[in-house]
């Protein structure tokens, strides 16, 4: 099994059209190669291919940022020489003076599969660009870690921010390489777009989605590990609300919420009661933690910790955005006065809760606060929403 890196690296005849031009690389921690070599070294010293700039998303090149808004400094690589741009600084869509810096930019970001997951807007950005100044761009494939499911309601048309590209539902089943060709016909874009495919990834075979030979390193400090990946389009919602997501812990975005003044084996039951058919595919275990940083910091938190994972695992019954979803209505339902929603500039958004920011839309909150809204409600919600996401984005998988 071979990612998009490691078959340019092998194959001359996939790399002989970079020969003779500058070429950038837009990278994160993730970027290695089958043999944990970051693909910019292994690019640096690869025959025919001349590195003029690199390129770092959110969270940086070396992922050494934190939290969300922590932004990252240009700097100019101390051992290659070349600038390193950063597109979650000053800037989030590339500049005229960084499209001058490449004729062909190298896409090679492992993603989460989910809408808010930033590196899929940052791509959109670089699409946008390319086509405004005559660029190319090849994306470097890399497997989604949740496979194919999809999930969630669609973003809606006016919610666009840098976690909402485009009119995609929250898990939306397809890889970066992919996700580019649908772009390119969604925006109409006139762009030169390559993918170099990954050889023998089957997101229906072992591991669903991330194949088991492959060890797992975080593209951002907060995805830690499988299981959060697989949980992350619902934990994700957490950042929205005042519970804790678990930053500042050793697994983060894997509870459905950590809280000092929240029963926890309460809000269990209550989901089981509400909505028991959206806690399948996984297993749910009460926990406690203190955060070191961030929300609730230094107190004693009960939580509901995620298993998405091992014998628990059901690849096409687990929903994470439903039973985060759940969880919330849980709180509410118990806890009626909570003040559940965080409101905070959010990913450079300030008119709107962040809760909305993240779904795209109101949709979701005002089902978790509507004292009469059932499981049904929210399914007539997303369920269209899903099946015509399906149907759309089919012409554009590649495995």
Not at 68 to 75: A, G, P, Q, R, Y
Not at 140 to 154: K, S
Not at 269 to 294: D, K, S, V
Request: with cysteine; net charge negative.
């Amino acid at each position: 099994m071979k990612f998009g890196i490691d078959r340019l690296l092998a194959e001359p005849a996939l790399r002989a059209p970079l020969e003779g031009k500058r070429v950038a690389l837009v990278a994160h921690p993730a970027s290695v190669t089958e043999g944990l070599v970051h693909s910019l070294d292994a690019l640096a010293a690869c025959p025919g291919i001349t590195l003029s700039a690199a390129f770092g998303p959110q969270h940086g090149l070396r992922g050494d940022k934190q939290d969300n808004m922590v932004e990252t400094e240009d700097f100019i690589d101390p051992a290659l020489g070349i600038p390193v741009f950063s597109l979650y600084g000053e800037v989030r869509r590339p500049t005229a003076r960084m499209m001058d810096s490449a004729d062909v930019f190298l896409f090679d970001l492992q993603d989460l599969g989910c809408r808010i997951y930033t590196f899929v807007t940052t791509l959109l950005y670089l699409l946008e660009a390319a086509s405004e100044t005559g660029k190319s761009v090849w994306v470097l494939d890399r497997p989604n870690p949740a496979g194919r499911p999809v999930e969630g309601t669609t973003l809606l048309a006016g919610w666009e921010s840098f976690v909402g590209a485009g009119p995609m539902p929250m898990r939306h089943g397809m890889t970066l390489g992919e996700m580019g060709h649908w772009f390119i016909d969604h925006f109409k874009l006139d762009v030169h777009y390559r993918v170099i495919a990954m050889e023998g990834w089957e997101p229906e075979g072992p591991g669903f989605g991330w194949p088991q030979s492959r060890i797992w390193i975080n593209p951002s400090p907060n995805a830690a590990s499988l299981n959060m990946a697989r949980a992350y389009a619902g934990t994700v919602m957490i950042e929205g609300a005042t519970v804790s997501e678990g930053r500042g812990t050793t697994r983060p975005l894997e509870v459905l919420f950590g809280a000092p003044d929240i029963d926890a084996k309460a809000v269990l039951a209550e989901m089981q009661a509400f909505a028991p058919e959206w806690l399948a595919g996984c297993a749910i275990r009460e926990c406690w933690f203190e955060p070191t940083f961030h929300k609730h910091a230094g107190k004693l938190c009960n939580a509901l910790m995620v298993h998405a994972e091992g014998a628990f695992y059901d690849h096409h019954a687990f929903r994470p955005w439903r039973l985060q979803a759940l969880a919330f209505k849980a709180i509410r339902r118990l806890y009626p006065d909570y003040p559940l929603w965080r409101d905070f500039p959010y990913e450079y958004v300030t008119d709107k809760l962040a809760i909305d920011v993240i779904n795209g839309g109101p949709g979701l909150r005002q089902w978790v606060d509507d004292p009469a809204s059932t499981p049904a409600d929210l399914d007539a919600l997303a369920v269209p929403d899903e099946a015509a996401w399906i149907e759309a984005r089919a012409p554009f998988l590649l495995y």
